[in-house]
């Protein structure tokens, strides 16, 4: 009665990359979205701020409401998959990829100049 309900639905291409391990990600979303387009000649000069929707003549103008709900639809953290378990802290490697992958025990940095001192057991004492 005082405008135009529209209801859809988006989809879009998603481009970005995992958090995680930074491999790049593509993907779908889909996006939902509900907007009231009052006609104009019901705006009241309250609706005159951005908050309210008009209609244009007889056009809708979709894409501030697209670009909201895709925005919302974004994952704020995107990952490669679900459990990505990330990089190695030591050398950077993808873990996804290198799942076992391991290093030796790093040396204690109060116990390094230890190493220096290691005996040769055959030696003479
Ligand atoms: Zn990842
Ligand atoms: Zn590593």
Do not use: N
């Not at 930074?22 to 000069?45: G, K, M, N, S, W």
């Not at 895709?70 to 030591?90: H, K, N, W, Y």
């Not at 220096?116 to 030696?123: G, N, Y």
């Amino acid at each position: 009665m005082e405008g135009v309900l529209v209801t859809g639905t988006a989809q879009a291409g998603l481009d970005g990359e995992c958090v995680r391990c930074l491999e790049p990600i593509h993907d779908e979303i889909e996006a939902r979205f509900q907007e009231l387009f009052v006609y104009t000649e019901h705006q009241t000069p309250h609706d005159e701020d951005d908050e309210v929707s008009t209609l244009e003549g007889d056009l809708v103008d979709l894409e501030p409401l697209l670009r909201d709900a895709v925005v919302l639809a974004l994952p704020f953290q995107p990952l490669c998959e679900d459990d990505c378990p990330g990089l190695c802290i030591e050398c950077g490697a993808r873990l996804a990829d290198d799942p076992d992958h391991t290093h030796e025990e790093p040396i204690d940095p109060r116990w390094a100049g230890l190493a220096e001192l290691k005996q040769d057991p055959e030696a003479p004492e």
